[in-house]
């Protein structure tokens, strides 16, 4: 298994500019979640999702819109860019919904 | 809401032992689990708690009090390699079945020769 996989691993964008932080987990979990984590800090939450089709707002999810079409896929999607969204992005996925098992992390440069 | 507090920073020395302590405010605890998190990496989990006590796993143990809202991680026989940040995290019954964490903001354990 391949576990969380992200891509990209490190973006620059313009401000205004958009984008989607792709996720995929080959565990068949149906728990996925959208966190960012600033530096020194801990994660936030920003989106989550329960299965395919079923998504919720997290603690942080203004500029940020996400789906989940399938189990194994649940991208993140940035429309306009701003500074504020310098960060770096971690997506997590768990079956029962106790240890969450997190992607290797996208790093977010917007300036 | 949550409120979870942990110290920023630590520092001690090879082969020592060393506990991390964690405070939080809840309204409907269900579990506290730590991770671990390297420069740089992914968190990986370490321990999970649910009911009062000890958890033992080799060099690391975690231990939980309700009734105070409390929890540390023991690291004994310290390694360079166990330089890291050290999350807190906390699951609410509010969360439903989502199974949302709210992460304190990690204590940096750096270990010293």
């Known amino acids: 298994n391949a576990g969380v996989t992200q891509t990209p691993k490190f973006r620059i964008l313009k401000i205004g500019q958009s984008m989607t932080l792709q996720c995929a987990q080959d565990m068949n979990h149906n728990y996925m979640y959208w966190y960012r984590q600033d530096p020194g800090m801990g994660l936030k939450l920003i989106y989550y999702?329960?299965?395919?089709?079923?998504?919720d707002k997290g603690e942080v999810p203004n500029g940020y819109n996400v789906s989940r079409s399938t189990t194994e896929d649940f991208p993140l999607r940035l429309e306009l860019a701003a500074p504020s969204q310098t960060s770096v992005y971690f997506c997590a996925s768990s079956t029962t919904g106790e240890t969450q098992y997190f992607g290797p992390g996208t790093r977010l440069l917007v300036l | 809401g949550q409120n979870i507090d942990q110290p920023t920073e630590m520092t001690a020395t090879e082969g020592a032992i060393v506990q991390i302590n964690c405070t939080y405010q809840t309204s409907g605890f269900n579990g506290l689990f730590w991770y671990q998190q390297h420069a740089g990496e992914a968190p990986t989990f370490l321990s999970y708690n649910v009911l009062d006590g000890l958890e033992e796993k080799g060099r690391f143990s975690s231990f939980l009090s309700r009734s105070k809202g409390y929890s540390y991680l023991l690291l004994k026989e310290l390694q360079m390699k166990d330089s890291a940040s050290y999350l807190c995290?906390?699951?609410?019954?509010?969360?439903?079945?989502?199974?949302?964490?709210?992460f304190g903001s990690g204590t940096q354990l750096t270990v010293l020769p």
């Open positions: 995290a906390v699951r609410d019954r509010s969360s439903g079945s989502a199974r949302q964490l709210t």
């Open positions: 999702s329960v299965g395919a089709g079923i998504t």
